[in-house]
């Protein structure tokens, strides 16, 4: 395991007048654990909390509560919610982040070979300019930019895929434990997205990598993940190996996913998206299940008691009453 | 054929910049008839839009367009000339991308609904909101009297939606372009969106241009398909026919470059190489050769233009996937290692990566 997240809260204030604030509940009470070198997807639709988490990982900002550690039980244990200023950025060069828009996330002013090389300016040991170059030489050819030709251009001299490749290439640079990857493909066309993605599997098999990868396109987390989290308006909903949580979705907004995407997966019917657009505010989450207010099955337990999440086998855990039961028919 | 609604013939549109002649769209020629839909698929840059706009007279004045377009025996170039107010907005409506952009955020919901109809049609303003709230009824917004007097920002992105398509409906609309309409929505709200529309088509017998870079969006939706890349059409076929036996390599390339929803997980991706041409100055050749798998010598010299491939089918290119030529051109190619246009032909071999999670972590 290299990373767990236990109890994650975050929350934001919001407006009001003084002593009247009212609180968004982006993410509330979320645990999972990330195992070495495995690809975590994260899926659900705009405002479900999946960014947050990610951005909570890294401590930017800090969550509200609960506990985030970083290689937990062994001696380079850290306790990411513990530490604070010095402490913290000595931990920083271990979890690096991607973002979903390439170009906005390179400095305009900087050239590739300064933007690539600025974390091992900092954090190489040796810092040796020669080596540095090297290393930096060695990171662009691997994501596929001729160094010769680039290092000394500024980002708005490559396209939106090649701008992907150099971040990629910032963020490896420095070995990191953990890549997070938050919607790195959304902003990029169709036929560019499947190279920057077998990028990614490459960059995570060179350099050891383990990716947590954040996406609103079911297919695309599929394809990249090892295990995948559902969430919905803040909370887990299902989390289960990728293919074991395609193939036999259980939770109801799981299902209702699946069948909306443009091509329904096979496993469940089309007709299982026919529910209400709106989703209920995160400043007033409905009581008991969150999805309660635009599912199917939900009845008055689902008002009353939160459903946790339990094991359906032992890499499949579902938080519902009345999760649709594993087996081929499975309806 | 007998009576297309919509006939464009060799649409061309270009826009001079510093850099030279920017050629967005190349020789687009295609039919509607009443009642149906025209899938236009495309990645950015493809031209998609920008035929859009063309049709939609939204071009900037510095736009060079070519061909001609008639509309139910209307040549649509001289009503443009001739500034008919009541033809764009009235018979010929568009849906945008972005909802919140397409609506104006200090107008009530009712009166902008309503200002299409008082203005085209002569309502009185009464009567403008009366329909304004039977329209939000049909586009299926709960409590459509309340909605008339709240502002765009009271409603979410789904919602917004519908409320735009209300606004291009109100006219009763022959013809309705909707570019890229879910593309900024969620995906259980985009199947909701698709389907509205969908159903208010066959309601209405009104025809329908669908635009979209996911190919999953129009199977299924549209009765034809037409693919572009780089401002030219690249193939048209009936839907069904196209995802049955496509002969474009440019298709088959985008459906295999696809991520699909019922493969497992860490199936690799065939890429397709490089990216999209900038379309400035005239290409010699076919422009999509540069990235495609079955070039031969002469897609670099000579440019396709669209031949027939059995019924209603056109496909532009000189190796079709499935045809004696193509195959011929792709083993040829395969045997050589490289392309026409010198790509590597190893990159686009299929395989499993088999990542076992715990061993490749111990690298790190």
């Given at each position: 395991m290299v990373l767990r997240v236990e109890n994650l809260v975050m929350e934001f204030p919001v407006g009001g007048r003084a002593g009247h604030h009212q609180v968004v509940?982006?993410?509330?009470d979320v645990s999972f654990d990330i195992r070495r070198g495995e690809t975590l997807g994260i899926v659900g639709e705009s405002g479900c909390g999946k960014s947050t988490t990610a951005r909570a990982i890294v401590q930017l900002p800090p969550p509200t509560s609960g506990r985030v550690v970083l290689d937990p039980g062994t001696d380079q244990e850290a306790e990411l919610t513990a530490l604070v200023g010095e402490d913290l950025r000595q931990v920083r060069p271990r979890l690096q982040m991607i973002f979903q828009d390439p170009i906005s996330s390179l400095n305009p002013r900087r050239r590739v070979r300064d933007i690539v090389g600025e974390g091992l300016h900092i954090w190489a040991e040796e810092s040796d300019d020669e080596q540095i170059r090297a290393k930096v030489d060695e990171v662009l050819e691997a994501v596929g930019i001729d160094p010769t030709v680039a290092a000394n251009r500024r980002p708005h001299e490559f396209s939106g895929g090649q701008c992907q490749r150099i971040s990629i290439a910032r963020a490896v640079v420095l070995e990191p434990e953990i890549l997070i990857c938050d919607e790195p493909v959304s902003a990029l066309d169709v036929s560019v997205q499947a190279q920057i993605l077998n990028l990614l599997e490459e960059m995570k098999s060179r350099y050891g990598l383990t990716l947590v990868f954040i996406g609103h396109d079911l297919s695309v987390v599929r394809n990249v993940s090892d295990r995948v989290i559902v969430m919905y308006l803040g909370k887990v909903c299902e989390v289960g190996g990728a293919d074991a949580l395609y193939s036999a979705p259980a939770h109801p907004y799981t299902r209702v996913l699946l069948a909306s995407a443009p091509e329904p997966a096979s496993t469940v019917d089309g007709s299982e998206s026919a529910i209400g657009d709106e989703i209920p505010s995160p400043m007033d989450p409905p009581s008991g299940c969150r999805f309660r207010t635009r599912c199917p099955r939900a009845d008055g337990r689902c008002a009353t008691e939160e459903p946790v999440l339990e094991a359906l086998d032992d890499d499949h855990f579902v938080a519902c009453h009345y999760p649709t039961a594993a087996g081929p028919s499975g309806a | 054929m007998a009576g297309a609604l919509l006939t464009v013939q060799d649409l061309s549109v270009g826009f001079l910049t510093e850099q030279g002649l920017v050629r967005a769209v190349e020789g687009v020629s295609f039919d509607l008839e009443p009642g149906q839909t025209l899938g236009v698929v495309g990645e950015s840059g493809s031209g998609k839009s920008v035929t859009a706009k063309a049709l939609m007279n939204l071009l900037p004045s510095y736009a060079q367009v070519g061909g001609t377009v008639d509309f139910d025996g209307r040549d649509m170039f001289a009503m443009a000339a001739n500034k008919e107010k009541h033809f764009w907005g009235v018979e010929m409506t568009m849906v945008f991308q972005d909802p919140m952009t397409s609506l104006n955020p200090v107008k009530k919901i009712g009166e902008q609904i309503a200002e299409s109809l008082r203005v085209h049609l002569g309502r009185s303003r009464r009567d403008a909101l009366a329909e304004a709230g039977d329209l939000l009824e049909q586009v299926g917004i709960p409590e459509p009297a309340k909605r008339l007097t709240q502002y765009p920002h009271e409603l979410s992105g789904g919602l917004r939606q519908r409320v735009v398509i209300a606004m291009a409906l109100a006219c009763g609309p022959r013809l309705l372009i909707a570019d890229e309409p879910t593309t900024a929505l969620d995906v259980t709200v985009q199947k909701h969106i698709l389907d509205l529309l969908d159903d208010l088509r066959r309601a209405r017998g009104m025809a329908m241009i669908l635009i979209t870079h996911d190919l999953g969006v129009v199977?299924?939706?549209?009765d034809e398909v037409m693919v572009m890349y780089a401002g030219h059409t690249m193939e048209e076929a009936p839907t069904a026919t196209l995802f049955a036996e496509m002969h474009h390599p440019y298709t088959e390339a985008l459906l295999e470059t696809i991520p699909r929803i019922d493969t497992p997980s860490h199936t690799r991706l065939v890429p397709i190489p490089g990216r999209p041409p900038e379309?400035?100055?005239?290409?010699?050749?076919?422009?999509f050769a540069p990235r495609c798998r079955y070039s031969i010598a002469r897609c670099l010299t000579d440019q396709p233009g669209l031949t027939p491939h059995g019924a209603g089918h056109l496909c532009a290119c000189h190796a079709p996937v499935g045809t004696t030529s193509g195959t011929q051109a792709r083993s040829a190619n395969e045997l050589a290692g490289t392309t026409a246009t010198g790509l590597d032909m190893a990159q686009f071999a299929r395989k499993v990566s088999v990542a076992d999670p715990e061993q490749s972590g111990a690298a790190g």
């Amino acid at each position: 395991m290299v990373l767990r997240v236990e109890n994650l809260v975050m929350e934001f204030p919001v407006g009001g007048r003084a002593g009247h604030h009212q609180v968004v509940h982006a993410v509330s009470d979320v645990s999972f654990d990330i195992r070495r070198g495995e690809t975590l997807g994260i899926v659900g639709e705009s405002g479900c909390g999946k960014s947050t988490t990610a951005r909570a990982i890294v401590q930017l900002p800090p969550p509200t509560s609960g506990r985030v550690v970083l290689d937990p039980g062994t001696d380079q244990e850290a306790e990411l919610t513990a530490l604070v200023g010095e402490d913290l950025r000595q931990v920083r060069p271990r979890l690096q982040m991607i973002f979903q828009d390439p170009i906005s996330s390179l400095n305009p002013r900087r050239r590739v070979r300064d933007i690539v090389g600025e974390g091992l300016h900092i954090w190489a040991e040796e810092s040796d300019d020669e080596q540095i170059r090297a290393k930096v030489d060695e990171v662009l050819e691997a994501v596929g930019i001729d160094p010769t030709v680039a290092a000394n251009r500024r980002p708005h001299e490559f396209s939106g895929g090649q701008c992907q490749r150099i971040s990629i290439a910032r963020a490896v640079v420095l070995e990191p434990e953990i890549l997070i990857c938050d919607e790195p493909v959304s902003a990029l066309d169709v036929s560019v997205q499947a190279q920057i993605l077998n990028l990614l599997e490459e960059m995570k098999s060179r350099y050891g990598l383990t990716l947590v990868f954040i996406g609103h396109d079911l297919s695309v987390v599929r394809n990249v993940s090892d295990r995948v989290i559902v969430m919905y308006l803040g909370k887990v909903c299902e989390v289960g190996g990728a293919d074991a949580l395609y193939s036999a979705p259980a939770h109801p907004y799981t299902r209702v996913l699946l069948a909306s995407a443009p091509e329904p997966a096979s496993t469940v019917d089309g007709s299982e998206s026919a529910i209400g657009d709106e989703i209920p505010s995160p400043m007033d989450p409905p009581s008991g299940c969150r999805f309660r207010t635009r599912c199917p099955r939900a009845d008055g337990r689902c008002a009353t008691e939160e459903p946790v999440l339990e094991a359906l086998d032992d890499d499949h855990f579902v938080a519902c009453h009345y999760p649709t039961a594993a087996g081929p028919s499975g309806a | 054929m007998a009576g297309a609604l919509l006939t464009v013939q060799d649409l061309s549109v270009g826009f001079l910049t510093e850099q030279g002649l920017v050629r967005a769209v190349e020789g687009v020629s295609f039919d509607l008839e009443p009642g149906q839909t025209l899938g236009v698929v495309g990645e950015s840059g493809s031209g998609k839009s920008v035929t859009a706009k063309a049709l939609m007279n939204l071009l900037p004045s510095y736009a060079q367009v070519g061909g001609t377009v008639d509309f139910d025996g209307r040549d649509m170039f001289a009503m443009a000339a001739n500034k008919e107010k009541h033809f764009w907005g009235v018979e010929m409506t568009m849906v945008f991308q972005d909802p919140m952009t397409s609506l104006n955020p200090v107008k009530k919901i009712g009166e902008q609904i309503a200002e299409s109809l008082r203005v085209h049609l002569g309502r009185s303003r009464r009567d403008a909101l009366a329909e304004a709230g039977d329209l939000l009824e049909q586009v299926g917004i709960p409590e459509p009297a309340k909605r008339l007097t709240q502002y765009p920002h009271e409603l979410s992105g789904g919602l917004r939606q519908r409320v735009v398509i209300a606004m291009a409906l109100a006219c009763g609309p022959r013809l309705l372009i909707a570019d890229e309409p879910t593309t900024a929505l969620d995906v259980t709200v985009q199947k909701h969106i698709l389907d509205l529309l969908d159903d208010l088509r066959r309601a209405r017998g009104m025809a329908m241009i669908l635009i979209t870079h996911d190919l999953g969006v129009v199977k299924g939706r549209a009765d034809e398909v037409m693919v572009m890349y780089a401002g030219h059409t690249m193939e048209e076929a009936p839907t069904a026919t196209l995802f049955a036996e496509m002969h474009h390599p440019y298709t088959e390339a985008l459906l295999e470059t696809i991520p699909r929803i019922d493969t497992p997980s860490h199936t690799r991706l065939v890429p397709i190489p490089g990216r999209p041409p900038e379309v400035i100055d005239v290409l010699d050749g076919c422009p999509f050769a540069p990235r495609c798998r079955y070039s031969i010598a002469r897609c670099l010299t000579d440019q396709p233009g669209l031949t027939p491939h059995g019924a209603g089918h056109l496909c532009a290119c000189h190796a079709p996937v499935g045809t004696t030529s193509g195959t011929q051109a792709r083993s040829a190619n395969e045997l050589a290692g490289t392309t026409a246009t010198g790509l590597d032909m190893a990159q686009f071999a299929r395989k499993v990566s088999v990542a076992d999670p715990e061993q490749s972590g111990a690298a790190g």
